[in-house]
């Protein structure tokens, strides 16, 4: 940076003639931030995680228009006592079925339940005289009364003969312990054929009304539980919201803590904390600003971590070197402020450029969630710069006026830590042994890295990346243990909707060779091991016929002639429109193909993906037929697991070129730039390394602890560069000047990453994916401090990088330094 320090020192003096007006303008800003941060919503929408180009999203959202299957919510009714055929029960599922139909945003024809026009009953009857008639109602067209038996054995016996209830998907378990009502909601506009907008809603607003509804028919005699994408994300966004709070109360008060005892002062474990807060308001009222008043992801709660991580670190430099050099030598708390301002402005905006270039790139990855993060924490860390001016400067301006005596020394336990860091510099510098044996465990650790690395598998399974991986929080949480009810009686609650489209004149429900493929292709899926059941237009024909040939369950079959077709789709119907509606276009030229499967896991959806685009190259490429692959959740999982390993490499690589080319232009040496970005390539793999030894899955939450890598990685190393240059002009021995160099920068380096450090590792215990992050945002910064203690004075020490004293201009040494030489 060409910026004298005459131009800082003056800029430093405007600071603190107009304190008091910057600390009103910085108030004023922080207050307008805190507002527009109040009027945000939350819109998480699964749809939007993937990148949108990619095929498979496209394809989803075009079958998500008319058939859903991404918002696809479960709720399950299970009776503490017995099975579901009891008055209370059914009247129950009666009742739910209503509400759950009525609810803002369902898609009222994707609503399946033993309490609707889908769960019928059929049987033929005998007239008296000897004519034969079907009876063809819904199920449950009246709950049975209380001792009515007859009637309550209707309803059995209607259940257990018609092949769509007693299922795995539609809609009661086998041994009729439990029954299930599903539903699909809208999370987007979409206008009907008239061009109205239909009602949606968004995960948040499914999951309180769908909790509303379970809690309040859960009671003493039915067990009420629900479950689907909708119920996990509205979980994360609304209750999950606390366990955030208390993680960054958690953080706050530990980082807090530990300032003070490293620096023994309120105001020097305050201000670093309230620079960063600061900052975090700063870049949530940017975004507000810039982008409007919707966060379309939670991973944005993700930010003032980071923000306040980095904020507080540099804040720290500016403490430390205020209190235990500039104070203790200027002749009054202006001078020790201007000195302070001037010496350590430089290497923070470079190494505050760099943090918030990782940042930058993921601004562009095309994951809402890892955008969306990365959009935001970019205005946080330009913010901290804000605060320096706003906030930092002034404010401890007024507290050491008012409240604080200089201090002519550092205090006992500072050189104590300068004493011993001093030790390690020189042992570092200057033994070779020290240095071989150094160098020697980093290149062991970094080619086990290297190793391991190529060997991971990026994906992402819904039902645990919202937990925290370290503690296996999803034991014991409601959330988790409904979704693994619901999959040990049905199979799972994740869709794949498959929708196949005739050509020409020719339509689904009139066709035996088209339904006769569609039929071959749900059979093949069926024996995919995660599949739990799959439903298509076949199998309402299917129940017909098995009806018209005595009820036989060898007759579930399609029938022998297209004339047949025609007579069970009508008397299917039974002048019930809409019964075909969730499965079948209203012109009968398109359908949907519903597959459940178990579960969210990459080694899942690449067998079930897998098997559905072979079956359907098999069954439903024809003259007559073609298949869209891509709907509903499996299919957007896919589609996220295709692109994250991708992204989290190219994202990595772009965020280490940004922080190179920044570098480049700010320090003007290419040299100096790839030298200061050995720790962090390190750093990244090592960090990628040992998460995955310790468990953690290697999903978007893995980008976090990344970005952190990116920018971090090069931060101790900017400040050491400056002040060994600051130390070489002094005394013009590289040797001593890089002993002394690293003395004085690693105690605020110590203080401000021991605490960084303790406050992300107080997070591993809150039972969310923040207690990951954490454990991964500590991790980066223990790695990355580490490498800066030990590795980078001995790298230094060894190739003696001439750039590292290039145009060092050569000054007196002050009175204090030659007493210290003497």
């Known amino acids: 940076m060409g910026i004298s320090e005459k131009t800082l020192e003056a800029a430093a003096r405007f600071i603190l003639r107009r304190s008091v007006l910057l600390l009103l303008l910085g108030a004023a800003w922080a207050a307008v931030g805190l507002w527009l941060g109040s009027t945000f919503k939350l819109y998480d929408e699964p749809g939007a995680w ?74 033929f009857q005998l007239l008296e005289d000897g004519e034969e008639f079907i009876e063809n109602k819904p199920l449950l067209e009246t709950v049975p009364e209380p001792g009515d038996e007859a009637a309550m054995g209707r309803v059995k016996w209607g259940a257990h003969h018609n092949p769509l209830i007693l299922g795995p998907l539609v809609s009661t378990s086998p041994d009729g312990k439990s029954t299930v009502i599903t539903a699909d909601f809208r999370t987007s506009p979409f206008k009907d054929t008239l061009g109205n907008v239909l009602p949606y809603t968004d995960p948040v607003a499914i999951y309180k009304q769908v909790q509303a509804l379970t809690a309040k028919y859960n009671d003493a005699h039915d067990h009420v539980e629900a479950s689907g994408t909708p ?52 870049g949530f009222g940017i975004y507000h600003l810039a982008f409007g008043d919707v966060l379309e992801s939670a991973a944005v709660l993700i930010a003032p971590f980071i923000i306040v991580a980095a904020g507080s670190c540099h804040a720290v430099q500016f403490v430390r070197r205020l209190f235990d050099e500039s104070l203790p030598k ?76 200089k201090r002519a020394a550092a205090e006992p336990e500072g050189r104590q830590v300068d004493a011993f860091t001093e030790k390690i510099a020189r042992l570092m510098v200057e033994n070779g042994t020290a240095q071989a044996v150094v160098l020697g465990v980093v290149a062991a650790a970094f080619a086990w890295s290297i190793y391991v690395v190529p060997k991971l598998t990026f994906s992402q399974d819904n039902t645990y990346a919202i937990h925290n991986s370290l503690t296996r929080s999803w034991e014991g949480n409601p959330i988790y243990e409904m979704e693994m009810n619901i999959r040990k009686y049905f199979g799972g609650v994740y869709p794949l909707v498959v929708m196949v489209k005739t050509k020409g004149d020719v339509t689904l429900s009139s066709d035996l060779d088209v339904l006769r493929s569609i039929d071959a292709f749900e059979t093949e899926m069926k024996s995919v091991d995660g599949v739990g059941a799959t439903l298509g237009l076949p199998d309402y024909l299917k129940v017909m016929n098995r009806l018209f040939y005595g009820d036989k369950p060898e007759a579930f079959t399609l029938p022998p002639s297209e004339q047949g077709l025609a007579e069970y789709v009508f008397m299917y119907e039974d002048g019930e429109p809409g019964v075909f509606d969730a499965i079948v276009s209203p012109g009968h030229k398109a359908g949907a193909i ?17 098997a559905a685009q072979e079956a359907a190259k098999k069954h439903l490429e024809s003259d007559k037929l073609e298949a869209v692959i891509g709907g509903g959740t ?3 999982s896919q589609a996220f697991n295709e692109s994250i390993a991708k992204w989290l490499l190219l994202g990595t690589i772009l965020s280490a070129v940004g922080t190179f080319v920044l570098a480049v232009v700010m320090l003007g040496s290419v040299t100096i730039s790839l030298f200061l970005l050995a720790p962090l390539v390190v750093g990244i793999f090592l960090t990628i390394a040992i998460m995955w030894a310790c468990g953690v899955p290697m999903d978007s939450n893995m980008t976090t602890a990344l970005a952190i890598a990116s920018g971090v990685g090069i931060d101790s190393e900017v400040y050491l560069l400056y002040r060994f240059r600051e130390e070489y002009a002094l005394y013009a021995d590289f040797n001593e000047a890089l002993v002394q160099a690293f003395t004085k920068i690693r105690r605020a380096l110590l203080t401000s990453n021991l605490a960084l450090i303790i406050g992300c590792w107080a997070l591993i215990p809150i039972p969310l994916y923040v207690g990951t992050i954490g454990f991964g945002m500590g991790l980066i910064l223990l790695i990355c401090f580490l490498m800066s203690y030990f590795v ?23 009175p204090e330094a030659r007493r210290a030489e003497a």
């Open 231 to 282: 119920i996990i994300i509205g979980w994360v966004n609304s209750d999950g919201l606390y366990y955030v709070a208390i993680a960054f109360a958690a953080f706050l008060v530990a980082m807090g803590v530990m300032l003070f005892l490293f620096i023994r002062r309120l105001s020097g474990a305050l201000l670093p904390v309230l620079v960063g807060l600061y900052a975090s308001v700063s």
């Open 594 to 610: 519903v597959i459940m499967v178990r579960d969210t896991s990459e080694a899942t959806v690449e067998r079930v993906m897998a």
């Open 792 to 814: 980078t004075p001995a790298l230094w020490a060894i190739l003696r990088p001439g750039y590292l004293t290039a145009n060092v201009e050569r000054r007196e040494l002050v």
């Open 50 to 123: 993937a990148p949108q180009s990619h095929p498979l999203v496209q394809r989803t959202h075009e079958i998500e228009a008319r058939f859903g299957g991404s918002n696809h919510v479960v709720i399950m009714v299970t009776p503490r006592d017995g099975d579901i055929f009891n008055p209370t029960t059914l009247q129950k599922v009666k009742g739910l079925t209503f509400e759950l139909t009525n609810l803002k945003g369902v898609i009222t024809y994707t609503v399946h339940s033993i309490g609707n026009e889908n769960a019928r009953y059929m049987r």
């Open 634 to 636: 499996i299919a957007i």
């Open 330 to 405: 200027a002749e009054s708390i202006e001078d020790a402020l201007i000195d302070t301002f001037a010496l350590r402005f430089k290497p923070m905006v470079v190494s505050l450029l760099t943090d918030a270039m990782s940042f930058v790139v993921l601004s562009f990855v095309p994951f809402s969630n890892v955008s969306l993060l990365g959009q935001v924490t970019t205005f946080g860390l330009v913010s901290v710069t804000l605060a320096e001016f706003l906030l930092l400067m002034p404010a401890m301006y007024w507290v050491l006026r008012l409240f604080h005596a």
